[in-house]
């Protein structure tokens, strides 16, 4: 009912406010078995921490050291739910004290409270991008049982402020992993630096585009037609704060073209395809316009897809806004936000992927 679940078998709900206790996940349906410890966990969550060298990041400091309170024994799970808490420590909530009765523009806070009649005004409770601690937690749990399945997911930034990445000339995915914005190539890494710097000193922020890619994904996976492989992947993106948009494969530009350019292609398969129901013939794609799905079912092809984000909307430049009775109130945000949060984004992206690849592994176990 009230939307903090996510998933058909392998489900996972996330808890907990930006500057409440804690934050975290319980997860249900995870086989039994699978290799599982608090350092895997951790090792994700370092991941989406903001950085003390990036020019993107905001300056809270948290350990996010996860405990694993149940579903584990002797490294390897249970069967039985996974609940993972870490507990907040950095909060400076006194930083959000002038927020109390005013409504940030671009935020939650006043959506939030027509909803519920009632908020976590400090760093917008459970709008806040803290939540997303959880979901990561949980990406990691999916992560270690798709690890024996030869399911990659790497996610890295595309495009901010305008500055889009090449992905030709000079592009290196495995220079994105070493570099705090997460950046495919060294000399453009370096330009979206300095952008950034800019902004930060203008008191301004910055949207952009993560873009991910799941390979090693068998021919189908999906549940036409509700819960198609890409209906669920891009709820799982759109539920992620800040993102406006989703697209597949060559996503909007499709509008455009034809579809004699378009129609991906088929290539013989010289080795038959194990993973096939029996009468389904071993063929394979030669091209890949559709970023790996078709019909709401895996093509074997890599997924392919781009999140857009919006500027975060916390800016500590003045704005003016109304509080609580209406009158006109110039807001100047003090607290700590990221200029551009597509560099941390981007574990939170691998992590709904990873939990939609998991429920879709186990819903193809009893639907085909
Ligand atoms: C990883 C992450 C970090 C975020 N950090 C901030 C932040 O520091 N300040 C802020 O105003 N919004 C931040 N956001 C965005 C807000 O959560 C989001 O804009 C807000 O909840 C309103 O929802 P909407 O933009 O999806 O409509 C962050 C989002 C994510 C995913």
Request: aromatic content about 6%; hydrophobic content about 40%.
């Amino acid at each position: 009912m009230g939307g903090n679940t996510f998933g058909k078998i392998f489900t996972v709900t996330t808890f907990g406010e930006s500057h409440g206790p804690g934050v975290g996940c319980v997860i249900d349906g995870c086989p039994a078995g699978v290799p599982l410890t608090e350092e895997k966990i951790e090792h994700e969550l370092a991941r989406r921490k903001p950085s003390s060298v990036s020019a993107a990041s905001t300056t809270r400091r948290e350990a996010d050291k996860p405990e694993i309170l149940s579903g584990v024994f002797e490294g390897r799970t249970l069967g039985t739910p996974i609940a993972v808490l870490i507990r907040n420590q950095d909060q400076c909530s006194d930083d959000y004290a002038a927020l109390r009765d005013v409504y940030r523009p671009g935020h939650a806070d006043w959506t939030w409270e027509a909803k519920f009649g009632i908020r976590d005004y400090r760093g917008g409770g459970r709008s806040s991008g803290r939540e997303t601690v959880g979901r990561v937690a949980a990406g990691a749990v999916a992560k270690a049982f798709l690890s024996k399945s030869g399911v990659s997911i790497r996610g890295w930034t595309a495009s901010i402020a305008g500055i889009n990445v090449p992905q030709d000339n000079g592009f290196d995915i495995d220079f994105a992993e070493g570099n705090p914005l997460r950046v495919p190539h060294r000399e453009y890494a370096e330009k979206i630096r300095q952008k950034l710097e800019i902004l930060r000193t203008e008191h301004d922020s910055a949207g952009g585009v993560a873009a991910c890619s799941i390979s090693g994904v068998p021919p189908g996976l999906g549940e036409p037609v509700f819960d198609k492989l890409d209906a669920v992947l891009a709820q799982a993106m759109l539920s992620i704060g800040a993102v406006k948009a989703v697209e597949f494969g060559s996503g909007f530009a499709s509008a455009y073209g034809l579809g004699s350019a378009l129609n991906d292609r088929f290539a013989p398969c010289s080795v038959p395809l194990s993973f096939l129901p029996s009468g389904a013939p071993s063929l394979k794609y030669a091209t890949n316009n559709a970023g790996g799905i078709l019909g709401g079912v895996s093509t074997g092809m890599s997924i392919e897809f781009r999140v857009a984000f919006k500027p975060v909307p916390s800016i500590s430049q003045r704005q003016l806004t109304l509080d609580h009775k209406g009158d006109p109130y110039e807001l100047s945000i003090d607290g700590r936000h990221d200029v551009c949060i597509v560099p941390r984004a981007i574990p939170v992206v691998e992590a709904m992927s990873a939990l939609v690849l998991a429920d879709m592994m186990l819903l193809n176990s009893i639907n085909r």
